[in-house]
């Protein structure tokens, strides 16, 4: 049974940081891409950062490109989003989720290529 838990959410002042965990379990870490997304109140899931298997790749939004780094340890199967100077729209739940594709060559951003998602950690940005 694969899970993806993520950690890390909280509160934070404007202009603060977090760094948010995503723990795998249940698969071969290392064969997938992995994305992180968020859904903000009112509004649909978006992308917000993607790497590939073996972390050599990354893709952005434009809207957290230059603040965001998506990494990735697969001795740990730990994909992690560093978030560094928060603005009151980054305010949202964040979910990560593992590609169902094993190509190592591309990225995903959009959400028809993942399959496996995780419950979201709450993230909010006070101004």
């Known amino acids: 049974q694969v899970q993806l838990v993520e950690s890390g959410g909280g509160l934070v002042q404007a202009g603060g940081s977090l760094r948010l965990s995503c723990a795998a379990s249940?698969?071969?870490?290392?064969?997938?891409?992995m994305g992180w997304f968020r859904r903000a109140p009112g509004k649909d899931r978006e992308f917000v950062a993607s790497?590939?298997?073996?972390?050599?790749?990354?893709e952005y939004a434009n809207s957290v490109k230059g603040r965001f780094t998506i990494s990735r340890d697969n001795a740990k199967n730990t994909v992690y989003l560093q978030m560094n100077s928060l603005i009151s729209e980054d305010t949202a739940v964040y979910y990560c989720?593992?590609?169902?594709?094993?190509?190592?060559?591309?990225?995903?951003?959009?959400?028809?290529?993942?399959?496996?998602w995780g419950q979201g950690t709450q993230v909010t940005v006070s101004s």
């Open positions: 790497i590939n298997r073996n972390g050599g790749l990354t």
């Open positions: 989720a593992s590609a169902s594709s094993t190509v190592s060559s591309r990225t995903f951003s959009e959400t028809r290529w993942y399959n496996y």
């Open positions: 249940g698969l071969t870490f290392s064969y997938f891409g």
